[in-house]
């Protein structure tokens, strides 16, 4: 994860972190690649892993943020 793009983000990270202090640092990368509206299959290969695991590292941060089945991921990302 390139660090010049880290530094871009340091208000989206630090606000994510102030509201939900338990993400963890690769919680925090789907949420920066889901940011930047990128498909399911293109963050699997970003990250190395399958895109059935991209699927479920996204129901557990919607467990996280406690969304509904109805409510967005990416529309609760971007309003940081």
């Known amino acids: 994860f390139p660090f010049f793009y880290y530094q871009s983000l340091t208000f ?3 606000n994510l972190k102030n509201d939900y202090n338990e993400l963890t640092s690769s919680e925090l990368r789907l949420c920066a690649l889901t940011r930047l509206n990128m498909s399911t299959k293109e963050i ?19 467990k996280k943020f406690n969304l509904a089945t109805d409510d967005n991921l990416l529309d609760l990302i971007l309003k940081y």
């Open 44 to 62: 699997a290969e970003v990250l190395g892993i399958s895109p059935q695991s991209v699927r479920m590292a996204r129901h557990r941060l919607r």
């Open 12 to 14: 989206f990270f630090e």
